[in-house]
Structures are given as C-alpha cells and as structure tokens.
C-alpha cells in the first residue's frame, strides 16, 4: 500500500530537549515535505527537498532542521524546541515525474506540543 | 513569491444545498491548482486538481473552474451532504517546481 508513514503521532515534549519526527514514504516520490497547521494559518511549508540531498527552506525554516540521506526518508529536527512550536505537522511526499505527477499525499500527522 | 487567498474561512449549508470556495493567486507562473479535504483529525487528501490549459473539471458532485487571467479558482460542490463537513485547501504551484502554496483553509459545514 502506498503510504507517507510519520512517527510519532503524538509528543509532549519541554523547551530546549532535541527531538526528531521521521518521515518516510514508500512510493519512490523525488519530492518530501514538511508543514505545519495551525488554527487560521492553514499549512505553511517549513522545508522541503526535491532529491537526495537537496533541500531548501520553506515559508517557516526557522528553529527546525531537515535531512534527506535516502529518498524515502526525510526526517525533521527539532534542536532546541520552543513553546511557538507547538503546532500539528505533516509531512507530505509526490512524484516530479509521470502521469501522477504532482499528486501530493500527506502522513497522518504528528501533534507536537512543547512546555 | 506565491501567494493564494482562500475565502470564505467558514461556510455553513444546508444539506442538498451547494458550496462555493474561492481562491485567488498572485503568481502568473503558477500552473497547477489542487484542492484538499481534511476531515476532522485527519491529513488533507486531494480531491480534485486542474492545470492551467483547462478551465473546468468535474467529478460527480464536485467541480473546479480557473480563470487564469483575473488568477483566480473556485471548488462548486452540489448538493452538499453531512460527510461534506470539513476543511478544505486549495493550493496553487507549478509542475515542475517544488513548492505549493496553501491558502488558509474553508471549514465547510452541512447541515441536515
């Protein structure tokens, strides 16, 4: 089954303790991406990649940091996370190539709250 | 860069009644306008796109028209039902270029 997979789903975390949220999809996509949602902003883009190692800055890159060692994973860190960070996030996945090209599927979303 | 508006941000309807979402982009380079549906406690999943060389697509009760040159896109559901009810995106981007933009979001709600 094609999917984005996400873990964890769900974190309490405190200000300043490291934290990485994986991402990892199994459809061969060129193309990951990371957003988060927040009540009346909609899902702003922190980061994204369009191959393996490389990467570039979204609307909201800062406090967060990505990877993209492999094609299928790409996870988000968190270095020293702040309470502005509390937020939903998802990460996204879809092909550059092809008839399905640009057809974007989300992971089920990880609930990241930061005391 | 791109920026897309979205309105309404809510919008309430009356079941068998129709729903109209608008947007607005900025970026004359923009060429592909998805639209996503987010139910409660779930992830957005697309349910329609248009590229920019069509002006209308319709799937069953949902449709999607583009008017490139005032840069705007709208989604038409007819007759709403219940499992209507959420949030919708629309997003405009390029093919072949990495980023799509999301507007704010509609939180669309059916009543019966």
């Known amino acids: 089954e094609a999917q984005v997979t996400q873990n964890p789903r769900y974190l309490i975390t405190v200000t300043g303790k490291k934290l990485t949220v994986t991402c990892s999809q199994n459809?061969?996509?060129?193309?990951m991406s990371w957003y988060r949602q927040d009540p009346g902003l909609g899902l702003r883009q922190i980061y994204y990649?369009?191959?393996?190692?490389?990467?570039d800055k979204g609307d909201v890159p800062e406090g967060y940091k990505v990877s993209r060692k492999e094609k299928r994973n790409f996870p988000l860190i968190l270095e020293s996370p702040s309470p502005n960070q509390t937020s939903l996030y998802f990460c996204?996945?879809?092909?550059?190539?092809?008839?399905?090209?640009?057809?974007?599927?989300f992971g089920a979303g990880t609930r990241l709250s930061v005391l | 860069g791109e920026n897309v508006e979205q309105h309404p941000s809510t919008l309430s309807v009356q079941e068998g009644d129709s729903a109209v979402i608008k947007c607005t982009y900025s970026d004359s380079a923009s060429n592909y306008f998805p639209w996503y549906k987010q139910e409660l406690g779930k992830r957005p999943q697309l349910i329609i796109d248009i590229r920019s060389n069509v002006g209308e697509k319709k799937d069953q009760r949902i449709a999607v028209t583009l008017n490139k040159t005032a840069k705007h896109f709208s989604l038409h559901i007819t007759e709403t039902q219940p499992e209507d009810s959420a949030v919708y995106f629309c997003?405009?981007?390029?093919?072949?270029?990495?980023?799509?933009?999301f507007g704010a979001g509609t939180q669309v709600v059916v009543t019966p």
């Open positions: 997003a405009a981007g390029t093919d072949s270029w990495g980023k799509l933009q």
């Open positions: 990649s369009m191959n393996v190692e490389v990467t």
């Open positions: 459809m061969n996509h060129e193309y």
């Open positions: 996204a996945s879809r092909s550059l190539t092809g008839q399905a090209k640009n057809i974007q599927y």
